[in-house]
């Protein structure tokens, strides 16, 4: 059975400090991983996807996320946060060749000025 | 040049009444999903279609009815809404393989 567990649902940062967004998933076969950031009512963006390739993924706007498969985590990270940033992100697990996508419960980002 | 868009981005409507939202995708995907997302952004799947035909169907009031025409198109339609029935509903397609679910921007339904 897959599930996706985001440690935390709120996380704040100062502007220019390190996000850290923290997610565990389980996954019976071989997974693929994404994160997904969502503006104040708008929808959601991806940002990165991890599909069995490098384990560290590059994303847009400077977020990175690496995959431990060890630790079953998937932590999305950014060295330096910006006011921009301030949205809610969404960890995601799907099982290949399968149409089904689990997501987490959210974490909100706030960056404070 | 949206990939998926969907309409209405808002609607407001009384209780008891049928409305639509309309998805539409041109990424050439074969599959296509409505989520809803309450109020606490808890995001549940609630249809997929491949190619025209329902292949996932979570536990959903039959209120609820979606359609597709065609691939690149899949409907919702709601019937005798309710106020629990307030919440952003997303349109999404993947590809056949799943590998990445691209979203539409919402529709913000709102029952009175």
Redesign the interface.
């Given at each position: 059975a897959q599930s996706v567990t985001q440690l935390d649902s709120h996380v704040s940062v100062s502007e220019g400090t390190p996000v850290l967004l923290r997610c565990n998933y389980s996954s019976s076969y071989s997974p693929s991983l994404f994160w997904y950031v969502q503006h104040p009512n708008k929808g959601l963006q991806l940002l990165l996807k991890y599909t069995s390739a490098a384990t560290l993924v590059k994303g847009i706007n400077g977020f990175e996320a690496e995959f431990k498969k060890s630790e079953t985590s998937f932590h999305l990270t950014k060295p330096s946060a910006h006011m921009s940033d301030a949205a809610e992100y969404f960890c995601v697990v799907s099982e290949r060749n399968f149409n089904k996508f689990y997501f987490g419960s959210g974490t909100k980002l706030n960056v404070k000025p | 040049d949206t990939a998926v868009s969907q309409t209405p981005k808002y609607l407001v409507t009384q209780m008891g009444n049928d409305k639509s939202i309309k998805c539409e995708q041109n990424l050439g995907h074969d599959?296509m999903?409505w989520y809803k997302q309450d109020s606490?952004?808890?995001?549940k799947?609630m249809f997929?279609y491949?190619n025209k035909e329902l292949?996932?169907n979570e536990t959903v009031p039959n209120r609820f009815s979606p359609k597709s025409p065609d691939k690149a198109h899949l409907n919702l339609h709601i019937n005798s809404l309710e106020l629990g029935d307030s919440a952003v509903y997303?349109c999404a397609s993947?590809e056949?393989?799943?590998?990445?679910?691209?979203?539409?921007?919402?529709s913000?339904l709102t029952v009175v």
């Amino acid at each position: 059975a897959q599930s996706v567990t985001q440690l935390d649902s709120h996380v704040s940062v100062s502007e220019g400090t390190p996000v850290l967004l923290r997610c565990n998933y389980s996954s019976s076969y071989s997974p693929s991983l994404f994160w997904y950031v969502q503006h104040p009512n708008k929808g959601l963006q991806l940002l990165l996807k991890y599909t069995s390739a490098a384990t560290l993924v590059k994303g847009i706007n400077g977020f990175e996320a690496e995959f431990k498969k060890s630790e079953t985590s998937f932590h999305l990270t950014k060295p330096s946060a910006h006011m921009s940033d301030a949205a809610e992100y969404f960890c995601v697990v799907s099982e290949r060749n399968f149409n089904k996508f689990y997501f987490g419960s959210g974490t909100k980002l706030n960056v404070k000025p | 040049d949206t990939a998926v868009s969907q309409t209405p981005k808002y609607l407001v409507t009384q209780m008891g009444n049928d409305k639509s939202i309309k998805c539409e995708q041109n990424l050439g995907h074969d599959t296509m999903y409505w989520y809803k997302q309450d109020s606490k952004k808890f995001l549940k799947i609630m249809f997929s279609y491949n190619n025209k035909e329902l292949i996932i169907n979570e536990t959903v009031p039959n209120r609820f009815s979606p359609k597709s025409p065609d691939k690149a198109h899949l409907n919702l339609h709601i019937n005798s809404l309710e106020l629990g029935d307030s919440a952003v509903y997303f349109c999404a397609s993947s590809e056949v393989s799943g590998n990445t679910i691209y979203f539409g921007e919402g529709s913000w339904l709102t029952v009175v």
